[in-house]
C-alpha cells in the first residue's frame, strides 16, 4: 500500500505543473500563491536571480530557428512540479526595447491541461504583468491574462512605433490620439462613447493590418483595446 500511496503521489506531481517558455527580449520573475519567487530581475543590483520555489526550476532554453519573429534568439524557460492552486504573477521585464512571445502551460492529474500564448512588445525596464490561475480541481477552470491597463495601451502604441511595426508616423498619431481620447472619455464616465472610441481604434488596425500595421502589432493592439472594452462595460 505504502508503495502504491507513493507512484500516485509521483504520477499527480507529474502532471500538476506551470510551465513557461518566454522567447525575445526579457527576463521574468514568477511569483506563486504563498507569495514565493522564482525567475530572475535582469535590471536588479542587489539580488537578480530567485529560486524560493520548491520543485521549480528557471534558466535558459535552446534557440527557436524556425521562428521568423524571434531569429536567434534563446527562451527563458520555467517550470514547476507539484504545483499548488492559487493564482502565480508573472511579471516579464525588458532588457531593451524588442518583441517576445509567451507561451503558458497548465497541466493537472489526471492528464489535462490548457495552453496560452501572448504576443508583446517591451522596452527597457518595463514590466509587463500576467495573472495565472492554476487549479488541481478539475472543475474550476485554468486561465491565464494579460493585465491591461490604459496605460500599457499606450506604451503599447509607442513600442510598436519604435519598433517599425507601426510604418508611419501618420499611423502613429492616429492611434494614439484614438487611445488618447478614448482615456479621457472613460475618466470623464462617457463609458459609451469611449468604448466606440476603442472600437474605431479597432477598425483602424484591421484596417491597415499588412499595410502600415505590422501583423504582430495588430494582435497585441487589439488584445490591449478589447481588454479595456472588457474592463468598461
Not at 122 to 150: C, M, W
Not at 204 to 230: H, M
Request: proline content about 3%; aromatic content about 8%.
Amino acid at each position: 500500500m505504502t508503495i502504491l500511496l507513493s507512484v500516485l503521489a509521483n504520477a499527480q506531481s507529474h502532471y500538476n505543473k506551470v510551465a513557461i517558455i518566454l522567447e525575445g527580449t526579457g527576463e521574468y520573475i514568477v511569483r506563486d500563491p504563498l507569495g514565493r519567487k522564482s525567475g530572475a530581475d535582469p535590471l536588479s543590483k542587489q539580488q537578480r536571480y530567485f529560486d524560493e520555489i520548491p520543485e521549480a526550476f528557471y534558466g535558459t532554453g535552446g534557440v527557436d530557428s524556425e521562428n521568423p519573429e524571434m531569429p536567434g534568439l534563446v527562451t527563458k524557460e520555467f517550470e514547476v512540479e507539484n504545483a499548488i492552486s492559487g493564482t502565480y504573477e508573472l511579471h516579464v521585464i525588458g532588457t531593451s526595447s524588442g518583441k517576445f512571445e509567451l507561451d503558458i502551460y497548465l497541466t493537472r492529474h489526471p492528464a489535462s491541461g490548457s495552453t496560452f500564448g501572448f504576443n508583446g512588445v517591451v522596452s527597457r525596464g518595463q514590466s509587463i504583468n500576467f495573472a495565472i490561475a492554476y487549479h488541481r480541481d478539475t472543475t474550476k477552470a485554468l486561465s491565464a491574462e494579460r493585465k491591461v491597463n490604459p496605460e500599457l495601451l499606450l506604451q503599447d502604441i509607442h513600442n510598436c512605433y519604435t519598433l517599425n511595426l507601426l510604418k508611419t508616423k501618420g499611423i502613429y498619431t492616429s492611434l494614439r490620439q484614438k487611445a488618447q481620447n478614448a482615456i479621457d472619455q472613460q475618466k470623464m464616465g462617457q463609458k459609451k462613447a469611449a468604448m466606440n472610441t476603442l472600437q474605431a481604434f479597432i477598425s483602424e488596425i484591421r484596417a491597415q493590418k499588412n499595410k502600415g500595421v505590422d501583423p504582430f502589432a495588430a494582435s497585441i493592439l487589439i488584445e490591449d483595446a478589447e481588454a479595456l472594452i472588457k474592463q468598461w462595460s
